[in-house]
């Protein structure tokens, strides 16, 4: 077995090479270049600087020779695309070096360790609420399957699935964050501009909730950890709630239909013959074994706790990873898509091993040969 | 003659015996898209200590159904018992609340089931699984229940048992994981163990191990019996005293192994015993054969349940369900034929 | 009787076992290893052994399936069809060229359950081969359809219906007619009556009879039920382990059998008979090896009452005893 998870793992070389190249190459060949961003900005700067040199205006804004070719050397378009793929990748994997962003000249590594925090903050607490809840929610949906509470729960759960998570977060935003019905929550971002400051917050909730003899025992670090999680949990709760709601509803019926499988089973019988209590014969013979799919499923998340959700994003306006990745796109930022795209895609494979490799640990059927 | 409504055919030679498990009158329904279904109906039977009873049957006989009923292991929703007692050490099981049918499975009254590749959980070991009967039951430390597992394991023919305990199922063949279950059913010494179709999906070779060591680990506890289900009138043949042959959820004929296979009654044991392929003598060129499919159960007929498929049916057959009749020899048959007979 | 209707010479199949870092081969399985056997022009032949004996192999590999359904590889051996004139070697055809014998050679299966397709009317079922394998025209393709399904003792008027609403002997009746619509010369017969209930088996065991007479076909019968095996067949062939230890007339291989195998396999059998004891049963030690450590020589001989020293060092090769069969063991 560990031949196979070693044999995995060399593969993925060649799965993240294939990719890459692939990626790398649309990027060379697609129109919109960063040559063609150059230009543009030129021309720009040239009308702004408007008729203070008309000898340079009639060059119609044409650059320079050299400077053209500087500004192609700068972006390895001088060389063949095979050979500038070669400089990225070692580029990349020596010197951890993916280039800067075409737009703010920012280093796309910087770029994209500065959105980590947010999005692990908010893909794991999704993920760890999903399952927190749906788990347990399966479990008792399977026990008392068909009762009123089996029904009105798969109810919510699929009306939550039914509707887009961003159109959530706007209907969410409408209602407990206008101010026009509720005002529970701030209207989006991902902590107070003055977080780092916090104690000073307190002191405005205290004139707004009159809670200040509460909190005037407390000394001040405690207090500023207090409003910072305070504060954290105010601008969570809503796109926290966004990010799951679509898997809440898989999740839980995944949980349910495994558990009853596992219940009706042969070896279930056996538990019952043995005189074991329905707990014992349900929370541990049979969980034992439906906690398997669900188990193998936590490989993938990895994936998905760093992807991020553009519109849920640009809904409650978080500075996250989807929205880095989308504006890359649009704005044909090549050396940030294909940073995004190399993070993402190495993640996701070592999702799918851990995904069989978790498999295997929790059952001793499984041999990968 | 006599008509009885509660047949208590008892092994002739242990006749003054008190019986182990006495069942009366059982009824268990099953309610399926068609309505509700019973799979047995009006069973009753005596199970005597040191024997070894066979029920036998086809697809939907209620011989399963029976064995899980007295196990109380009749999946609710969609099944129930409807009617009658299971009397056993004085107690009726059907009444009983679920802590004390607790101490009465595994501990009392074991059961192995038909396919031993399903039956254990495939994600505990070997070990663990036979040592949870005895943890269960018996307040005894962790390395005492090793020991006896390993002991237990030893005694249904496991080799190397000590180091098997902390295999999986999957690591041991068909037949080495029947002997894990008999080693699990058995390890508290229950007195009643019952056998549902324990060989069915066994080799033949291994078969008639499996049968051995169940008859063998019998002998060693005095006065324990076995309930063996199964559809193999020759493993019947081989193993049991008495045979109980049932079909469309009720008991058809009882009486002892020699009765039933060399006197048969009822034309459903007759049929049965005739369609089997003969080996002794010479080759028959055409096999006898019942006709007909064995209805499904909300199709049985009303009547005799065997009147569409009978050789010897008559008109009353179709209309009026045959009481037991209780013969001279001591076997009981559910059929019109014998009410005349003397 | 004489007349051969397919030969099977040295067949050998193999499953490869892959493992390791580079995925190479780490070890192979022979499911049949060197098996050779005739079926003569309207009889049936009976083979019989315990699971892994390697006799749903061979009989894939006989209907050339093998390579649709499992990663098996026939090392060597030729299949010789008589079917057509001249013999055939049947594996060395392409998929194309197979296709007129495949309509010759046709298999019912062991799971009336899951044999049929769930989807498709009795009709479309039955159907399918002679879609196939004749141009015939939708008329008499139904014509046909009904014939067949009162052949193997079910209503005309059946046909619209679908495979659940049968029981398991008329599914396995159904099955049967589907085999039998482009008119084969062979049928094998895999475990045809295993699954079925006792009162319904000899039923369709007189069917396939009455159909052999009728319709001159011949059978190749793979089961573990030996009495089953022993009353249709006419001669026997035992397996173990991949390897054919006995084979011969029936009567004389069940009741006399010289293979020690074939006599413990024929002792372990249950009789319905109670008068009669088990005392003298041959208590085989042990359980079938898994056939990736198949024993050196004779693949018997571990657990062999009469084995000698000769047999953990050379394979036995099939002799003719006294009584008439070949048995593949030098000491009986």
């Given amino acids: 077995m560990t031949a196979y998870f070693i044999r995995r793992l060399l593969l993925m070389i060649p799965t993240f090479l294939g990719v890459t190249m692939i990626a790398f190459m649309i990027t060379r060949f697609l129109p919109g270049g960063p040559l063609e961003q150059e230009l543009m900005r030129f021309r720009m700067a040239q009308a702004e600087s408007g008729g203070g040199g008309s000898s340079m205006t009639q060059a119609g804004g044409e650059l320079p020779q050299e400077a053209l070719d500087e500004l192609k050397k700068a972006f390895d378009l001088?060389?063949?695309?095979?050979?500038?793929?070669?400089?990225?990748?070692?580029?990349?994997?020596?010197?951890?070096?993916?280039?800067?962003?075409?737009?703010?000249?920012?280093?796309?590594?910087?770029?994209?360790?500065?959105?980590?925090?947010?999005?692990?903050?908010?893909?794991?607490?999704?993920?760890?609420?999903?399952?927190?809840?749906?788990?347990?929610?399966?479990?008792?949906?399977?026990?008392?399957?068909?009762?009123?509470?089996?029904?009105?729960?798969?109810?919510?759960?699929?009306?939550?699935?039914?509707?887009?998570?961003?159109?959530?977060?706007?209907?969410?935003?409408?209602?407990?964050?206008?101010?026009?019905?509720?005002d529970w929550f701030p209207l989006g971002g991902f902590e107070s501009n003055s977080y780092d400051d916090l104690p000073s917050i307190v002191k405005k909730w205290e004139d707004i909730d009159d809670v200040s003899d509460d909190f005037g025992s407390f000394d001040r670090e405690k207090m500023s950890l207090v409003s910072k999680v305070v504060d954290r949990i105010q601008y969570s709760v809503l796109p926290v709630f966004c990010y799951m709601i679509g898997s809440f509803a898989t999740l839980t019926v995944l949980m349910k239909n495994s558990l009853m499988d596992n219940v009706g089973q042969d070896y279930v019988r056996t538990a019952f013959a043995k005189g074991l209590s329905p707990r014992r014969v349900i929370f541990y013979h049979a969980l034992r074994n439906s906690l398997i799919p669900i188990a193998t499923g936590l490989g993938h998340a990895l994936s998905v706790i760093m992807a991020g959700s553009y519109l849920i994003e640009k809904v409650f306006n978080i500075k996250g990873i989807g929205l880095l990745g989308f504006n890359a796109i649009v704005g044909y930022d090549y050396p940030l898509v294909m940073g995004i795209l190399s993070i993402n895609i190495m993640l996701m494979l070592f999702g799918n091993i851990l995904s069989d490799f978790l498999y295997a640990l929790i059952d001793p059927r499984v041999r990968f040969e | 003659m006599t008509t009885i409504e509660t047949p208590q055919a008892s092994p002739t030679t242990d006749a003054e015996k008190q019986a182990l498990l006495s069942v009366r009158d059982l009824g268990v329904s099953f309610r399926t898209e068609g309505g509700e279904a019973r799979a047995v109906d009006g069973v009753s039977f005596d199970l005597f200590p040191g024997e070894v009873l066979g029920i036998v049957g086809e697809s939907g006989s209620g011989k399963s159904v029976t064995s899980l009923a007295i196990m109380r292991l009749i999946p609710d929703p969609p099944g129930k018992i409807v009617s009658g007692q299971i009397m056993y050490g004085g107690e009726d099981i059907v009444q009983k609340s679920y802590p004390d049918m607790r101490d009465v499975r595994g501990n009392k009254i074991a059961m192995i089931f038909q396919e031993p590749m399903t039956a254990l959980n495939p994600v505990f070991t070997v070990g663990m699984q036979v040592m949870e009967t005895i943890l269960t039951h018996e307040k005894v430390s962790k390395s005492e229940a090793r020991d006896r597992a390993v002991e237990m394991l030893e005694k249904v023919g496991i080799p190397e048992a000590r180091k098997r305990l902390k295999d999986y199922p999957h690591q041991f063949s068909g037949g080495m994981r029947q002997r894990v279950m008999i080693a699990l059913a058995l390890v508290c010494h229950p007195n009643i163990l019952i056998a549902d179709e324990p060989t069915t999906a066994l080799d033949v070779t291994t078969q008639a191990q499996i049968l051995e060591l169940m008859l063998d680990l019998k002998s060693q506890k005095e006065d324990s019996s076995i309930i063996l289900i199964t559809h193999d009138l020759a493993v019947v043949a081989e193993t049991c005293q008495r045979v109980i042959v049932m079909y469309g959820g009720k008991i058809q004929e009882v009486g002892t192994v020699e009765q039933i296979f060399t006197d048969p009654k009822h034309p459903y044991t007759k049929g049965l015993l005739a369609s089997l392929p003969s080996t002794s003598e010479a080759k028959q060129k055409r096999l006898y054969t019942i006709p007909g499919n064995v209805p499904a159960l909300h199709e049985m007929p009303e009547g005799c349940k065997f009147c569409t498929r009978c050789s010897e049916v008559v008109d009353r057959c179709h209309s009026e369900e045959p009481p037991v009749h209780q013969l001279d020899s001591g076997q009981l048959v559910r059929c019109h034929l014998f009410e005349e007979e003397k | 009787m004489a007349e051969p209707l397919l030969e099977v010479r040295n067949l050998t199949v193999r499953f490869p076992i892959w493992g390791g870092v580079l995925r190479h081969k780490v070890a192979e399985v022979r499911a049949v290893d060197d098996v050779s056997l005739t079926l003569y022009k309207g009889e049936t032949l009976g083979l019989v052994g315990e699971s892994g004996c390697g006799k749903t192999t061979a009989a894939k590999a006989i209907c050339n399936i093998l390579k649709d359904t499992a990663p098996g590889v026939i090392e060597q051996g030729e299949i010789l069809f008589h079917g057509k004139g001249e013999p055939v070697n049947l594996l060395e055809l392409s998929r194309g060229d197979m296709r007129p014998y495949r309509q010759l050679i046709q298999m019912i299966f062991q799971d009336p359950f899951s044999s049929l397709n769930p989807r498709?009317?009795?009709?479309?079922?039955?159907?399918?081969?002679?879609?196939?394998?004749?141009?015939?025209?939708?008329?008499?393709?139904?014509?046909?359809?009904?014939?067949?399904?009162?052949?193997?003792?079910?209503?005309?008027?059946?046909?619209?219906?679908?495979?659940?609403?049968?029981?398991?002997?008329?599914?396995?009746?159904?099955?049967?007619?589907?085999?039998?619509?482009?008119?084969?010369?062979?049928?094998?017969?895999?475990?045809?009556?295993?699954?079925?209930?006792?009162?319904?088996?000899?039923?369709?065991?007189?069917?396939?009879?009455?159909?052999?007479?009728?319709?001159?076909?011949?059978?190749?019968?793979?089961?573990?039920?030996?009495?089953?095996?022993?009353?249709?067949?006419?001669?026997?062939?035992?397996?173990?382990?991949?390897?054919?230890?006995?084979?011969?007339?029936?009567?004389?291989?069940?009741?006399?059998?010289?293979?020690?195998?074939?006599?413990?396999?024929?002792?372990?059998?249950?009789?319905?008979?109670?008068?009669?004891?088990?005392?003298?049963?041959?208590?085989?030690?042990?359980?079938?090896?898994?056939?990736?450590?198949?024993?050196?020589?004779?693949?018997?001989?571990?657990?062999?009452?009469?084995?000698?020293?000769?047999?953990?060092?050379?394979?036995?090769?099939?002799?003719?005893?006294?009584?008439?069969?070949?048995?593949?063991?030098?000491?009986?």
């Fill in chain 1, 78 to 182: 001088d060389k063949p695309a095979p050979v500038a793929y070669k400089n990225w990748l070692t580029r990349m994997i020596f010197d951890l070096d993916m280039g800067n962003s075409y737009k703010t000249r920012e280093k796309v590594w910087d770029a994209i360790s500065a959105r980590f925090p947010i999005s692990i903050f908010f893909g794991l607490t999704g993920f760890v609420l999903a399952y927190g809840v749906s788990v347990p929610l399966g479990i008792a949906k399977a026990i008392r399957h068909s009762s009123r509470f089996d029904f009105i729960s798969s109810a919510l759960v699929f009306i939550g699935y039914s509707i887009p998570g961003w159109a959530m977060g706007a209907l969410l935003l409408v209602f407990f964050a206008s101010g026009q019905h509720l």
């Fill in chain 3, 120 to 332: 498709m009317t009795v009709r479309e079922i039955i159907e399918r081969p002679l879609i196939v394998h004749t141009d015939m025209t939708a008329d008499a393709r139904r014509n046909r359809v009904h014939e067949l399904l009162e052949k193997v003792g079910l209503q005309a008027a059946y046909d619209t219906r679908y495979p659940h609403e049968f029981s398991g002997g008329q599914r396995q009746r159904i099955g049967i007619a589907r085999s039998l619509a482009a008119r084969p010369q062979l049928i094998i017969a895999d475990e045809p009556v295993s699954a079925l209930d006792v009162s319904v088996q000899s039923q369709v065991i007189n069917l396939l009879q009455d159909l052999q007479d009728e319709f001159d076909l011949t059978f190749l019968f793979v089961a573990h039920d030996l009495s089953v095996v022993y009353h249709i067949s006419d001669r026997i062939a035992v397996m173990y382990l991949g390897n054919m230890v006995e084979i011969g007339d029936a009567e004389t291989v069940y009741r006399q059998p010289q293979h020690p195998y074939s006599q413990a396999l024929l002792s372990a059998v249950p009789q319905p008979n109670p008068s009669k004891t088990r005392e003298d049963r041959i208590k085989l030690k042990g359980e079938i090896p898994s056939p990736l450590n198949k024993p050196k020589g004779c693949g018997f001989h571990p657990r062999c009452p009469l084995a000698i020293d000769a047999c953990s060092k050379d394979v036995p090769q099939l002799a003719e005893k006294e009584s008439g069969q070949l048995a593949a063991c030098p000491v009986t």
